[in-house]
């Protein structure tokens, strides 16, 4: 499994952009990079994911490095529901099970 | 949207006991689910992968008799914890990726159930 880097804690004030840096410099070249948040005690939700073009959707934008060792996940205006954890999990392939790191745990203020 | 359905939500068994938890992909096909514990604080970690039709796949350290994985069919798993002991305490959530989207099958993303907290007294 691709080993991920992502900060423990980061904090941001509502209605404000948040950028949600990850690092998988061992990812394979068919990992797509996969982005999870879990908020307290409820199952992960699926954020997005993507292989090497930035992608948008409805909750957020992922931007991927060119050399794919980093990923950015980006929040427009976080809200308060965006309080969560966030994984970032590089999987794909052969390998198609994902393995949850620590995640960064995601502080909203009002 | 893909719905997985976890149920119990909760509960609460006596030490020696056993208890089943059922995972249901609600509006889509499965062949494949996911089990996953969690302990307080910490990240989610995956005990096995249930395959539709066919043995579940325990990952290491996990003891498969005492965590008894059937998956009968393509929408339904269940996690059966057989004599709980109180170390067993967690959060349980599966998971569930579509069947189909053949292009894109080890790709497309999982959905998850809201867990099931199991207190062992």
């Known amino acids: 499994d691709a080993k991920t880097t992502q900060p423990n804690s980061m904090e941001s004030n509502e209605e404000e952009p948040v950028h949600l840096p990850c690092n998988h410099s061992t990812i394979s070249g068919t990992d797509y990079i996969h982005w999870y948040r879990q908020l307290p005690s409820q199952g992960p939700e699926y954020v997005i994911h993507g292989l090497t073009s930035n992608v948008n959707n409805r909750m957020a934008s992922l931007a991927i490095a060119e050399d794919r060792k980093s990923s950015t996940l980006i929040l427009h205006r976080a809200t308060l529901r965006d309080a969560a954890v966030y994984y970032c999990?590089?999987?794909?392939?052969?390998?198609?099970?994902?393995?949850f790191g620590k995640g960064t745990l995601l502080t909203v203020n009002p | 949207g893909a719905v997985v359905s976890q149920h119990p939500s909760w509960v609460i068994c006596k030490s020696g006991t056993s208890v089943k938890i059922e995972c249901r992909s609600l509006?889509?096909?499965?062949?494949?689910m996911f089990w996953y514990r969690q302990f307080p604080k910490q990240s989610l970690m995956l005990m096995a992968t249930s395959n539709e039709g066919s043995k579940a796949t325990y990952e290491q350290g996990v003891e498969k008799d005492k965590f008894l994985i059937n998956h009968a069919s393509l929408t339904l798993s269940t996690l059966t914890v057989t004599s709980a002991h109180p170390e067993d305490s967690s959060f349980y959530i599966c998971s569930a990726r579509e069947l189909g989207r053949a292009a894109l099958r080890y790709n497309s993303p999982l959905h998850f159930g809201n867990g099931t907290r199991l207190t062992v007294t």
């Open positions: 999990i590089p999987s794909g392939g052969s390998n198609y099970k994902l393995t």
């Open positions: 509006d889509f096909q499965a062949t494949t």
